[in-house]
């Protein structure tokens, strides 16, 4: 399934990135991380260079996923703690929601 | 875990609603006496797989109200589950879902899905199990006792932001299964999420339920059963009664009480009295149905 294969490619990068500056490589992982937080998704709009990988992590007791509007990307269910992580290639604003709680919307702006 | 305390009657006659508070006393053989003959018993938000502070052990609560049901001395004819069978529509969860229900004496088993329970990336894990029954397609209708039984379901295919969600093909369907029906035919509609305005901001509410209403305004006695919300809140309009369930999970606070429809951790005694299953009856002299709540405690 692609989710594994993206998860596994993110976990050699993020050992790959250790290995320069921690602090470069704390930099660039925030930039493209979401955390959701009180049934929000933070940030609301994120935006990052075209092939960077956005990682999302629920931080609720609530479970939710990352529902992408166009059907190009889909975590399932994420229970508190659980991470998604998808690789945005082409330019572009994806919007997507929490298929539980369809009031949370967000977008990832690529560019 | 011990059963019985207070329980609530609700008698409706004609569109007049009037509660009953009864004490129940401490077995289930007593608090199910209550429960009456039911025509069918509501399970609702079972969310198996859930396990923080709200309910440690969801399993266990289900279990509770199993043993309430199967107490009932006139076994009810059928059960509808009314979504939230699991809390992250893993296999394992629908796994042991379906093996604690297969306890329930009543082995006629009807169910809608809730938003827990199409939250896999591939929304076929709900299917899979209870799909024959519509086909896939979540929604059908059958019938008991020249009672109409509906099952909708309106936690697919949501709009970004809105409420659930009907969607134009099954109210086709609706409308089509509805005209073969004589106006005298009792009705019941069982969808997860109201299928009438409670609370908007929380998602309490389904977006186009109007129409569906609309179809049902033609029929003598209509009940409107649905869960979602952990709670129990009635509405009577006409000839059609709405009415919500308490979960055997874990209760969520009032609309509008706190940041969001979360669960809500009460104290450990009290969470007993705050889940439940609701009994329904259909009367044939009168429009509306009669139905009963037993929490677990």
Same mark, same amino acid.
């Given at each position: 399934m692609p989710a594994n294969l993206i998860r596994s490619a993110f976990a050699a990068g993020a050992i790959a990135a250790s290995l320069f500056s921690p602090l470069a490589a704390a930099n660039a992982r925030q930039a493209s991380a979401v955390v959701i937080k009180n049934f929000d998704f933070a940030p609301m709009s994120l935006t990052v260079k075209p092939g960077a990988t956005v990682t999302w992590k629920n931080l609720d007791g609530e479970p939710h996923t990352i529902t992408s509007a166009d059907g190009l990307f889909r975590s399932g269910a994420l229970d508190t703690n659980e991470t998604y992580s998808f690789k945005f290639d082409r330019p572009g604003t994806y919007k997507y929601v929490c298929s539980i709680h369809p009031r949370m919307t967000a977008a990832i702006v690529v560019k | 875990m011990a059963f019985g305390s207070a329980g609530t009657l609700f008698a409706l006659s004609g569109g007049v609603f009037t509660p009953i508070d009864l004490a129940f006393a401490a077995d289930n053989r007593e608090a199910a006496a209550r429960l009456g003959t039911p025509l069918f018993v509501q399970i609702s938000d079972?969310?198996? =797989?859930f396990n923080k502070d709200a309910n440690p052990d969801v399993r266990g609560t289900l279990a509770g109200s199993i043993d309430l049901v199967n107490a009932i001395a006139h076994q009810p004819e059928f059960i509808i589950h009314t979504g939230d069978i699991t809390h992250l529509s893993r296999p394992a969860e629908f796994d042991a879902a379906q093996q604690l229900l297969s306890g329930l004496k009543a082995s006629e088993l009807h169910t809608v899905p809730g938003e827990h329970d199409v939250a896999d990336a591939t929304q076929s894990e709900y299917f899979q199990r209870f799909g024959r029954a519509s086909g896939n397609r979540g929604y059908y209708s059958f019938d008991h006792r020249g009672v109409h039984m509906v099952g909708l379901v /309106?936690?697919? /295919?949501?709009? *970004? =932001?809105?409420l659930g969600i009907l969607g134009d093909d099954q109210l086709k369907w609706l409308a089509t299964d509805l005209a073969a029906r004589t106006p005298s035919t009792p009705v019941v509609v069982f969808a997860h999420m109201p299928l009438w305005s409670i609370y908007d901001a929380w998602g309490w509410g389904t977006g186009d339920a109007d129409q569906a209403i609309a179809l049902l305004r033609r029929f003598g006695s209509v009940t409107v059963l649905n869960g979602h919300i952990h709670q129990i809140v009635q509405k009577v309009e006409g000839n059609i009664t709405f009415y919500t369930a308490r979960a055997t999970a874990y209760p969520q606070p009032a609309p @509008?009480? @706190? *940041?969001? *429809?979360g669960p809500l951790t009460v104290p450990a005694d009290k969470l007993a009295s705050m889940l439940g299953v609701t009994s329904v009856s259909i009367r044939r002299d009168q429009p509306a149905a009669i139905l009963i709540d037993a929490p677990l405690s």
């Open positions: - | 079972t969310h198996i =797989g /309106n936690v697919m /295919n949501f709009k *970004p =932001g809105g @509008g009480v @706190g *940041p969001g *429809p």
